[in-house]
């Protein structure tokens, strides 16, 4: 089984600083994906950053990057810049990948940590 | 191009009541998850379609059903509400593998009385 965990349930960072929101996980496959989810009070699940494991290189989205250790099994998002329209709960996910035709495309979710930007 | 739509916004239903949930794709997405989200148990995979197949389940009781239609829109059907069954439902679509991600609608909160 796979397990995600999130050991920050909040934080909080000042406007225009750099934050990072901690994940690791549990999982004996080598093929699979991680993701970073936001979820605003508008409840709407967000697509933050994906990382393929089979790549060396983090991935990188604007202002959000992360630092994927695979050996340790960890998966950081940092936030340069935090602006207001930060302030969500973030998920951190796992998915395995698959052979075609048998399917477990399905998230593993870690239980979120809540993140207050400042004004 | 329109997003993940799920209907009802809001629902509130009586325990021993039933209740169906809809989610409308982005066209062109063929996947259709579900998921359960409440504040004690966090994000929980209920299902997910693909071309009107179920390809796979969580672990759930089997109150819990769903359907998907040709045109890759989602039901989901809860029977026998109980009270634990009070939660924020999301639906999610994507291509053929969620690889990419996939895109969220804005979930249906039920509430049981």
């Known amino acids: 089984a796979q397990t995600v965990t999130q050991s920050q349930p909040e934080m909080s960072v000042q406007e225009a600083e750099t934050v990072t929101l901690s994940c690791t996980y549990d999982?004996?496959?080598?093929?699979?994906?991680l993701f970073w989810y936001k979820q605003p009070p508008s409840r709407q699940m967000i697509l933050v950053i994906r990382?393929?494991?089979?790549?060396?290189q983090n991935a990188t989205e604007n202002r959000f990057s992360v630092n994927f250790q695979k050996a340790a099994k960890s998966f950081s998002l940092k936030i340069s810049d935090s602006q207001l329209g930060d302030t969500a709960m973030y998920f951190c996910?796992?998915?395995?990948?698959?052979?075609?035709?048998?399917?477990?495309?399905?998230?593993?979710f870690g239980s979120g940590t809540k993140l207050n930007v400042k004004p | 191009k329109a997003g993940v739509t799920q209907t009802p916004r809001y629902l509130i239903k009586t325990r021993g009541q039933q209740v169906t949930l809809s989610c409308s794709p982005i066209?062109?997405?063929?996947?259709v998850s579900w998921y359960q989200q409440t504040p004690g148990q966090g994000l929980q995979f209920l299902f997910e379609?693909?071309?009107?197949?179920?390809?796979n389940k969580g672990n759930f009781p089997g109150r819990f059903s769903g359907r998907q239609f040709s045109n890759s829109r989602s039901e989901m059907n809860v029977s026998t509400l109980e009270l634990g069954d009070s939660a924020l439902y999301l639906c999610?679509?994507?291509?053929?593998?969620?690889?990419?991600?996939?895109?969220f609608g804005s979930g249906t909160r039920l509430t049981v009385v």
């Open positions: 990382q393929e494991a089979y790549k060396q």
């Open positions: 379609y693909f071309s009107e197949t179920q390809r």
């Open positions: 999982t004996s496959e080598n093929n699979y994906y």
């Open positions: 066209s062109g997405h063929r996947s």
């Open positions: 999610a679509s994507s291509w053929e593998t969620g690889t990419h991600g996939y895109t």
């Open positions: 996910a796992f998915m395995k990948l698959t052979p075609y035709g048998y399917n477990f495309n399905k998230f593993y």
